[in-house]
Structures are given as C-alpha cells and as structure tokens.
C-alpha cells in the first residue's frame, strides 16, 4: 500500500509520530519518522506482505484464555476465506470480470458412489455417458452435507470427490468454504485449511505441518503460546478440516505403504510424507480430509483410506437451463441459446460441464445480440473456434482500443501469441500435464515476462496463480478442452503454414517435399490409437475438425498472417525462393483429397481395430469430417428391422455399437439378436454400458470378455441392473475378474446370471465378498448347474450370513449339493434372516435332513427332482434312459438291441404293419418317451461304407409324418433341431428350421484316418429353452458343439428322434 505523505521544506528537529492504533480486527501500518530534513514531495512505500496479496493477518494478542485466542483467530480466518471466496472468476478473471459466487452458483449434481480406483478412458467419453438421464436410485447429496452421513453410516473421517476437468470441484470446495465463512452451515466446524495440490508442488524443502500450516495461515501464529502439548492434541480440542484441492496436479508420488511414519505436528518433513500421514490418519487422526481429484488420479489414494467416495456429476438437464438463465440477463436471448444447445446433440452433451456451459453462453451470446450473427456454431471445432476469436476480439478492444469489428481478423502479434501458446498446450498434452511451470514454459519458448503478458492478454484461455506464500507463478489453461484445441491448432497450423509435421520426432521436410494434412491425419490416427487412455482422442477430433472449408474461413486471418509455406526450390538453381501462399481453390483442392484419404484410412482402421473403445472414437472422427454414411446405414437398418436377416461384419457392429452407445439409455440389449462373429460379438460389447439389462448367454464369452463387463460395472451412473452371463465359458478366472466390478460403489446391479458358466468352488470366496460388500445392491443370484459341490456352498454361506447381504433369491439348482451343503446354508440363514426370500436347491440331493434343516427358514425352498443321481458332474445328473418307438420306424429301419439301435436298411423294407405314426418317406424313427423338465442322454452312431448320414434329433412329437417335404423331414421346419454328420461330405452341421451351421468335426484318429464310431450327448432343458449337443470323447469328456436357444411350446411334448441314411445309431446305457 502507498501512504503518500505532503511535507514542508523543513520539518526541523520535531519527531514525527502517528496517533493511529490496532484494534481487535482491525490492523494499521504506520511509518515512524525521526528528526528528518525532507525537501520537496515524498513518497513512502510501505509493502506489507501477506499470503493474500494486501489483506492484512494479525496474530491474536496474547491471552491466557486459549479458547478466547481460538475464537479469535477462526473469526479472522472466517473473514479472509469469505474475501477470498466470494466472488467466482470467469473469462477477464481478476482484470476485473468477477461475479458474487452467491448469485451464480447452480447447485452441481453430486453422487455418493465411484470408486478410488482408476478411470483411463478420456474424460469426453465421461461426459458422453454421465450426460444420460440421471437414475432414480441415486442419492443426490447437496455440497454442504459432503461429510454429513446417510442413513445406516457412519460420519465420514475422509471424503474423495471425483470429477472429470472443469465439472465443478473447485467451485464446489469453493462453496463450501463461503458457506462456512459466512456462518450458514457446518458450524461444527472451528477451522477450515485449504491447501491445493498445485501449491504443494512448489515445496521443495522439509516443513513441520504446523509450520506450513502458519505461513499459509497467520491466524495460527497463536499456537505459538501454546505448549508443544497442547500444540499435538490441537485437533482433539477443536474440529479441524483439511481440503486438499487437486490430486491431479500433485506432481510428486504419495507413497502411502513405504512413508515413513508422523504423528508430530512440529516435526520437519517433506510435503508427501506430511500428506500420506495426515490421510492415514496416523497425523492428526481427529482431523477430517476432503480430496478433490480427476478420476484418472484417483487411485493414488488407498482405497483403505476413503471413508466416502463422492462424484461431481456436473450439470444435468434442468441445471444447464437454469445455468444460462442466470448467466445471461436477457431471458430472451438465454431462451434462444438454450434452444440451440439443444438442436446440436455433442453441443448438449458437453454441457454437462459447467466451464462448457460458460463457453457456450460466451459466444452465443455474441453471436446472437449481433444483427448479422452469422450461423451459430454446432460443431464442438467450431464452438472453440468461435469462442477464440471472440476472445481474441474482446481483449484487444479491452487492452489496445482496438474496436474491430471482423472477428477473423487476427493480427500479427495475437497470432504469435496463440501459436505460442498452442506449442505450450501440445507439448503438454503429450505429457499429461493440465499445469505449468516456468520451467515448462521455457520448454516451449515463453519467457516468463511472455507469460505475464499472454496471461493478461489472453484470461479467458490461459491464466496465471500466484500460489503459496512466495507466490510462485503456477500457469495452465481454463479448460482441458481448451488445451487439446490450442495443441490440435498448432499442429494443423504446422503443417499448412511452416510444411512440417510435429507429432513426427523429424524435423521440417526438404523444401521439395510438401506434408500433405492427410500424413499428419494418419500419424493423430495413429498415435491416438496407441493411446492406452485415450488422452488423444478429444485433440485428433480437434485436428480432424479444423480441416473442414467452414472453420479454415473463420481462421483465415491466423493462417494468413505468419506467411507462406516454407521456400519450395527453383528446379533450374536449386535455391530456395519463397512461394505466395496457394491461392485457396488450390488450398481447398488440397485438403479435400487430404480428407478423403484421412476417411479412408480411419475406416480401414475401424476394421482392423480390436478395441472396441478405440474404434468408437474413430466414429466420432469420421462425425467430425462429415462422414456420417456408415452410421447412418446403421441406423436406417435399425429402424427397419434389417438386421434381423443380417449378418453382420466386425466393422459393421463397431458402426452399430456407436450407434447405440449415443443413444438414450436401452431398456435392454441382447447380443444374440445380431447375427455376427465372435470379433463381432467383441465389438458390441461396450453397448452394455448404455443398458438397464443386458442379455449376454451363449454368446462364446470366455474369463477375457469379463474383463470388459467388470470396467462397465464400475463406470460412473452406470445404468445396468440386470445382467445374464449364463451359458458362457467363464470359469472361475472370469467370475473373479468380474467381482471386481460387482465390488465397485458404482455398480448397483439387481440381478446376475451365472448358470452354467463353469464355475466351481474356486470362484465362491470372490462371490462371498461381493455378498457382504457394504454398498452391493445384488438381490437375485443365479449359479445353477456349476460344480460348486458342498464346499462351494459354504464358502458362500459366509457372504449369505453377512449383515449387509441383500440377496433375496439364491439359484443353486444342479449344483450337486448335499445335506452337508444345505446344514451350511441353514447355518447362514440362522445368522442373517432378514433379506433371503428364495432358495432353489431342485435337481440336488439335499435328502431328508437336508429340507428339515432349511425348512425352519422363512423363505420358498424349492427341492424337486432330488436325488442321489443329481450328485454327478456335469449335465449326466439329468440322465434318462429311453428306447425307440417302432411304431414311428421308417420302413427301411431296422430295430434291435431292445429297441435301442436303429440300422438302416435300404431295399429290404421290415415286415410291419400300417401305423398313422409311422415316418413315410424319410428313414426316420422318434423314441417313445417324452422328453421334458432337464434331459440328458447319448447316442452313438457308425457308418458303414464311404457314403453315409446320420441325424440325431429333437422333435416335436406332433412332426408330420405322412407325406413328402420339409415338414415331415428332420432339421427343415420349425418343429425340429438336429446334429448332421455326412460321412461323404466329411460335415458335421447343426440344422433349424433348414438353416446349417456347420460345427468342428474332430474326428480324426491318432494317425488322421477317420474313426467309424462317433459318440454324442444332447442335453435338453425345456423351462430355459436350450438344447445342446456335445461330443463324448472316449475318456468321457464332454466338449459342446452346439447350443440352440429357443422356447419350447408347453404343451406339445419333445422327443428324441434319428435319421440314418448307410449308417446306424445305438442309444447308450448312462450309469
């Protein structure tokens, strides 16, 4: 502060004194002077340092009343948090543009759930998915009450709150603390300390916590009257809050298993050590902590640690509403922008973020007070295009008087500055890094007296913190989207203007080599690709985007101004001479075939990428180029129904996965409905992640497809409640990948099917956890017909006697369990009776003592088709023994072995009487005993000769049997399913309804000749409507063929059936 003090020309030996004094809450500066002969005007600089730039911190007078001292210095500090909170920045930041945090604040949409670990996929694929309608099952919790518990919960010690960039954390920390401050709530609360993350990187030297506590703090400079003490139970005599804003930026590691033990708050050590401890709760263990970090980062934080785990989930529909409502003062205008963000889907989307949200309101709001606004943007390029050159625009009028009135003209030194700084945002990028130092900005050839200027010149984009008490210079950009802009902006800039390409480690080409944009393109294709996280991918949309003619006129001015292309060699000297800058229809010409390739390429790419999360980006590319034809092909087959006659290729279901990933939530989404490849059935996969149920049985997904079902489980709002892997080969591998996901607080699955997915008691103790994981909402569990035995089902039982299992219907049906099985069930339902409402033990051989034990439970117990046979493996507990009805045999068949083999016979027709049963044309034969419930049995079949078929079957009893055509012959109509070998044709196929599909033969001996005996299992369950054919090896080994899904009428019974054509069938005797 300046005193500016008039002397006279002598002021003699007179002492010079001031009469002003300090009061409790006041503070004064008052210069003494001596005895001084003074000439002229004088000018006293008075500087008094504090950490807030002016306001003054005054240590509390000393005081033997300690409560008194604390009373003072939490009203002091009260004070300055609510000078320093008040107001919210936005655009000109503190130039002056600044806005009463109370005025606009829109309350954020905050969740308990997520997780504290790591979220790699790029925060706009976030942004796309927490954009659906928010779901109803959620507990929405007001920022005041982040550490106020639920029902049923303890109050929290440590909170982490998850956000994606500019979703609102700071804001929220922000609100908090004013709240506080201005005396509103959380009054339990004596001292609020906010230390960001941003500011901890600077502390390079060794610090005791109430140290650095006092130099951010001077509030606390009272402790110094306390004993040492009184100093370490400081938190037990007041409540004190840390926040710790930022995790993301943290630079440093946090070491939470090596850290060396601190539980002194006087005791010197390094920032990392301190925080570790203080998070651990073995430093200040009374103290609460709340965390604010990106999800990328917040597995640097044990899970062990959080007590709570919150989700900023920005702005939902009504809040981006009221947000342009009262940002924008003229509710006509507001209505109009809010009218346009809705017309454009990505434009609504990214709403969601409230920085977003001020962007938008920014340019429309230029656009639309304009008389000539000219087309609003809808496009996410031409959004920040716009919004640059506004900006662009504004600061000039702001700083240089410039009045102009053509935003796309740029001059020469505003160009230099954003190129600079596109340079700054793209090296960064590559690193990962949204904040800077000076050493960073060094890197890319800003000196610091640059950055004091593009900060001034340029706040809406970059801004500049003085943090911590030396107020060191911290650098970064207002938005991570603004960041990849500027860096796609430089690239493209890069390579059109300078002829060179920088995501390349090259230098500049040879002057006689032009870089055509379509290698730059397939070099951000590529390395987006590579991309593990997906960091790339917003800046490749970016880069794509700013190629198109409608975005290249409004950043003429840019390109124009730092001159051609680099000297092209005259082919006669050799020497370098400068070219014009191509007229455009040249420029034009070019980009255009650079696009066309480009297009190329990502499809090309679309086809051979494995990842499904990789490919669904490569879509939003081609959306960015206007290439919109593969999605549309897409959703016009959708709407027609086209795709049930279709089989799809793996590129195509990439283009249907986007699809329904962009759309509004699905109440349900089978897999098997898409005729299409296993790499196919790969590639719908994320489409879970838009779903309430997901049918996913029988569709070949093995312990690797888990994987993917676990992230989706964990995603934040995921809307996924009922979930049917059943009939998948998962083993007890895949099963515990998955309990990774179920053990998630994001997951709120309701129901899981897990029935024959090969699992065993291996898999239960991860299932036992889910059981009794505190936040799992998993109400219906079905493990039928997994050998999960006795010793499965009591590893379970642990999780079922838990207090916090939720399970109301248990399937354990064909699980070979025993009474010993059932007593550990009991056992559990003794211990925790209050949630199990069902229990289905059938096809298991509780016995007797089994039921009685169970029968004292209040719940449906259902124990039919019991028995001692239920106790052997696989789908052999459900044998059945059946024979071969004679009245249905085909003329040239020949029966024997009890009725149990069929031969045929051709030209020697058997001696048997007219019967309307009878099979008439085709060498068929059914057997007499219906099939139904669950039904196993094996046939085994030879050929004799080099010609032959057999056909096992299972038919409709009421199959045509008179007469010729498809409706009387095995597999050709819709009343019968078969198993097909041809000898001749060396084939074995599975046949419905007259459509093949052909399965492995696997009938090659030792010595590669054919075998003459094959033997087969078919496995029937008629309530599940499935009918599978195995192959029985000679060790008895059961390999699947084939499964077919379907329903089965209830009322018309099934049967067995064979076709022979040179060959027989024999039924065998199962033991």
Not at 37 to 52: P, R
Not at 221 to 247: A, M, P
Not at 589 to 595: A, M
């Given at each position: 502060m300046d005193h500016r003090v008039q002397t006279p020309t002598d002021l003699g030996s007179a002492p010079l004194y001031s009469s002003v004094t300090a009061q409790t809450g006041?503070?004064?500066?008052?210069?003494?002077?001596?005895?001084?002969?003074?000439?002229?005007?004088?000018?006293?600089?008075?500087?008094?340092?504090?950490?807030?730039?002016?306001?003054?911190?005054?240590?509390?007078?000393?005081?033997?009343?300690?409560?008194?001292?604390?009373?003072?210095?939490?009203?002091?500090?009260?004070?300055?948090?609510?000078?320093?909170?008040?107001?919210?920045?936005?655009?000109?930041?503190?130039?002056?543009?600044?806005?009463?945090?109370?005025?606009?604040?829109?309350?954020?949409?905050?969740?308990?759930?997520?997780?504290?670990?790591?979220?790699?996929?790029?925060?706009?694929?976030?942004?796309?998915?927490?954009?659906?309608?928010?779901?109803?099952?959620?507990?929405?919790?007001?920022?005041?009450?982040?550490?106020?518990?639920?029902?049923?919960?303890?109050?929290?010690?440590?909170?982490?709150?998850?956000?994606?960039?500019?979703?609102?954390?700071?804001?929220?920390?922000?609100?908090?603390?004013?709240?506080?401050?201005?005396?509103?709530?959380?009054?339990?609360?004596?001292?609020?300390?906010?230390?960001?993350?941003?500011?901890?990187?600077?502390?390079?030297?060794?610090?005791?916590l109430m140290g650095i506590l006092q130099e951010y703090f001077?509030?606390?400079?009272?402790?110094?009257?306390?004993?040492?003490?009184?100093?370490?139970?400081?938190?037990?005599?007041?409540?004190?809050?840390?926040?710790?804003?930022?995790?993301?930026?943290?630079q440093l590691p946090l070491d939470f298993k090596n850290s060396e033990y601190c539980?002194?708050?006087?005791?010197?050590?390094?920032?990392?050590?301190?925080?570790?401890?203080?998070?651990?709760?073995?430093?200040?263990?009374?103290?609460?902590?709340?965390?604010?970090?990106?999800?990328?980062?917040?597995?640097?934080?044990?899970?062990?640690?959080?007590?709570?785990?919150?989700?900023?989930?920005?702005?939902?529909?009504?809040?981006?509403?009221?947000?342009?409502?009262?940002?924008?003062?003229?509710?006509?205008?507001?209505?109009?922008?809010?009218?346009?963000?809705?017309?454009?889907?990505?434009?609504?989307?990214?709403?969601?973020?409230?920085?977003?949200?001020?962007?938008?309101?920014?340019?429309?709001?230029?656009?639309?007070?304009?008389?000539?606004?000219?087309?609003?943007?809808?496009?996410?390029?031409?959004?920040?295009?716009?919004?640059?050159?506004?900006?662009?625009?504004?600061?000039?009028?702001?700083?240089?008087?410039?009045?102009?009135?053509?935003?796309?003209?740029?001059?020469?030194?505003?160009?230099?500055?954003?190129?600079?700084?596109?340079?700054?945002?793209?090296?960064?990028?590559?690193?990962?890094?949204?904040?800077?130092?000076?050493?960073?900005?060094?890197?890319s050839g800003i000196d610091v007296r640059e950055a004091s200027v593009y900060s001034a010149v340029c706040t809406e984009i970059f801004k500049k913190e003085e943090c911590g008490v030396d107020e060191e210079k911290v650098y970064s950009f207002v938005h991570l989207s603004l960041q990849e802009y500027l860096a796609a902006l430089f690239v493209f800039h890069s390579c059109v203007n300078k002829n060179r390409n920088v995501l390349t480690a090259e230098k500049s080409k040879p002057h006689s080599h032009r870089v055509q944009l379509s290698e730059v393109h397939l070099h951000a294709v590529d390395q987006a690709l590579q991309s593990k996280n997906g960091h790339l991918d917003l800046f490749l949309r970016f880069l794509l985007g700013l190629s198109l003619d409608p975005i290249q006129t409004l950043l003429r001015g840019l390109m124009t101004q730092t001159g051609s292309r680099s000297p092209v060699p005259d082919p006669q000297?050799?020497?370098?001479?400068?070219?014009?800058?191509?007229?455009?229809?040249?420029?034009?010409?070019?980009?255009?075939?650079?696009?066309?390739?480009?297009?190329?390429?990502?499809?090309?790419?679309?086809r051979e990428e494995s990842s499904a999360e990789r490919t669904i980006n490569l879509f939003h590319c081609l959306n960015e180029l206007n290439y919109n034809s593969l999605v549309r092909e897409m959703e016009n087959s959708l709407r027609s129904g086209k795709l049930a006659y279709k089989r799809l290729k793996p590129h195509e279901c990439s283009a249907l996965a986007f699809v329904l990933l962009m759309s509004e939530i699905l109440d349900?989404?089978?897999?098997?409905?898409?005729?299409?490849?296993?790499?196919?059935?790969?590639?719908?996969?994320p489409v879970i992640e838009n779903c309430r149920k997901a049918i996913l049985n029988s569709c070949d997904l093995t312990d690797e497809s888990c994987d993917i079902v676990a992230s989706a489980l964990q995603l934040s709002n995921s809307p996924l409640r009922d979930l049917d892997l059943s009939y998948n080969n998962l083993g007890d591998s895949g099963v515990k990948l998955l309990c990774d996901g179920l053990m998630s607080p994001n997951c709120k699955l309701q129901r899981l099917g897990l029935g024959w997915c090969n699992l065993t008691e291996g898999c239960c103790d991860a299932l036992a956890?889910?059981?009794?994981?505190?936040?799992?909402?998993?109400?219906?569990?079905?493990?039928?017909?997994?050998?999960?035995?006795?010793?499965?089902?009591?590893?379970?039982?642990?999780?079922?006697?838990?207090?916090?299992?939720?399970?109301?219907?248990?399937?354990?049906?064909?699980?070979?369990?025993?009474?010993?099985?059932?007593?550990?069930?009991?056992?559990?339902?003794?211990?925790?009776?209050?949630?199990?409402?069902?229990?289905?033990?059938?096809?298991?051989?509780?016995?007797?003592?089994?039921?009685?034990?169970?029968?004292?439970?209040?719940?449906?117990?259902?124990?039919?088709?019991?028995?001692?046979?239920?106790?052997?493996?696989?789908p052999r507990k459900y044998g059945c023994q059946l024979t071969l009805d004679p009245n249905t045999a085909h003329r040239d068949l020949s029966l024997s072995d009890g009725n149990r083999k069929v031969t045929h016979t051709p030209g020697r027709e058997e001696p048997c009487p007219d019967h309307p049963e009878r099979f008439e044309s085709e060498p068929q034969v059914v057997c007499r005993e219906s099939v139904c419930e669950r039904c196993y049995w094996e046939a085994e079949f030879s050929v004799s000769g080099a010609v032959g078929e057999v056909c096992i079957a299972v038919t409709y009893k009421g199959i045509r049997r008179k007469g010729q055509g498809h409706d009387s012959e095995f597999g050709l109509n819709k009343n019968s399913w078969i198993l097909w070998y041809s000898k001749d044709e060396y084939i074995l196929s599975v046949v419905h309804n007259g459509n093949h599909t052909k399965v492995p033969v696997c009938d090659d001996d030792d010595d590669g000749e054919q075998v003459s005996v094959y033997r087969v299992g078919v496995y029937v369950d008629c309530p599940a409507g499935t009918l599978s054919f195995y192959r029985v090896s000679?060790?008895?080994?059961?390999?699947?063929?084939?499964?077919?899904?379907?329903h089965f009428t209830e009322h018309t019974p099934l049967c067995a059936g064979f076709s022979v054509c040179n060959s027989s069938v024999s039924l065998c005797q199962l033991e």
């Open positions: 006041g503070s004064a500066v008052v210069p003494q002077l001596h005895g001084c002969n003074v000439g002229g005007n004088v000018t006293l600089n008075v500087n008094n340092q504090s950490d807030n730039k002016g306001e003054d911190h005054r240590e509390p007078a000393p005081t033997d009343n300690k409560e008194a001292s604390i009373k003072i210095a939490q009203q002091a500090l009260k004070t300055d948090l609510k000078k320093k909170f008040q107001f919210i920045f936005e655009g000109l930041a503190k130039q002056g543009h600044r806005t009463l945090l109370n005025e606009i604040y829109t309350e954020l949409y905050i969740t308990e759930g997520g997780s504290g670990g790591v979220n790699n996929e790029h925060e706009v694929r976030q942004i796309e998915r927490a954009s659906k309608k928010q779901t109803t099952q959620e507990n929405a919790i007001p920022c005041n009450d982040i550490f106020k518990p639920l029902p049923g919960q303890v109050k929290p010690r440590t909170v982490l709150t998850k956000g994606i960039a500019g979703i609102g954390k700071t804001i929220s920390v922000q609100k908090f603390i004013l709240d506080w401050a201005e005396g509103k709530v959380n009054q339990d609360i004596d001292f609020i300390f906010t230390l960001p993350f941003r500011d901890l990187n600077l502390r390079k030297t060794e610090f005791s001077p509030e606390l400079t009272f402790l110094n009257h306390f004993s040492q003490e009184e100093i370490k139970s400081f938190d037990r005599k007041v409540k004190v809050l840390f926040i710790f804003d930022g995790l993301d930026e943290y539980c002194d708050v006087t005791k010197p050590t390094s920032v990392h050590k301190l925080l570790t401890n203080l998070i651990k709760g073995t430093l200040l263990p009374s103290a609460h902590i709340w965390i604010t970090s990106r999800p990328a980062a917040a597995n640097q934080i044990l899970q062990t640690c959080i007590d709570r785990v919150t989700e900023v989930r920005g702005f939902n529909n009504p809040q981006k509403e009221e947000y342009f409502s009262k940002k924008i003062k003229d509710q006509d205008l507001a209505s109009r922008v809010i009218s346009h963000i809705k017309s454009s889907r990505s434009l609504y989307i990214m709403c969601h973020i409230p920085v977003f949200c001020w962007i938008s309101a920014t340019v429309l709001e230029t656009m639309l007070g304009k008389v000539k606004g000219g087309d609003l943007p809808k496009t996410l390029t031409e959004m920040y295009t716009r919004f640059l050159l506004i900006q662009t625009n504004l600061n000039n009028r702001k700083y240089h008087g410039i009045n102009e009135t053509d935003t796309k003209n740029i001059s020469e030194s505003d160009a230099e500055i954003i190129l600079k700084l596109g340079k700054l945002a793209f090296l960064q990028l590559k690193k990962g890094n949204l904040i800077f130092y000076e050493k960073d900005l060094k890197e000297t050799q020497t370098g001479s400068r070219s014009p800058v191509p007229d455009p229809q040249t420029q034009t010409q070019s980009r255009s075939e650079s696009i066309v390739k480009t297009v190329q390429y990502i499809k090309k790419k679309i349900e989404f089978d897999l098997k409905t898409y005729n299409t490849s296993t790499a196919g059935r790969q590639r719908l996969m956890s889910v059981l009794h994981f505190p936040h799992s909402e998993l109400r219906d569990l079905e493990l039928r017909d997994n050998e999960l035995q006795d010793s499965g089902v009591r590893v379970l039982s642990a999780g079922l006697e838990d207090s916090h299992c939720k399970l109301q219907t248990l399937g354990l049906s064909g699980c070979r369990v025993t009474q010993t099985g059932c007593d550990s069930l009991a056992s559990a339902l003794r211990s925790n009776p209050s949630h199990l409402r069902e229990l289905d033990l059938r096809y298991n051989h509780p016995g007797d003592s089994g039921v009685r034990a169970l029968s004292t439970a209040t719940l449906t117990l259902l124990v039919d088709h019991g028995g001692e046979n239920r106790t052997k493996p696989g000679d060790s008895d080994t059961l390999t699947l063929l084939h499964r077919f899904h379907t």
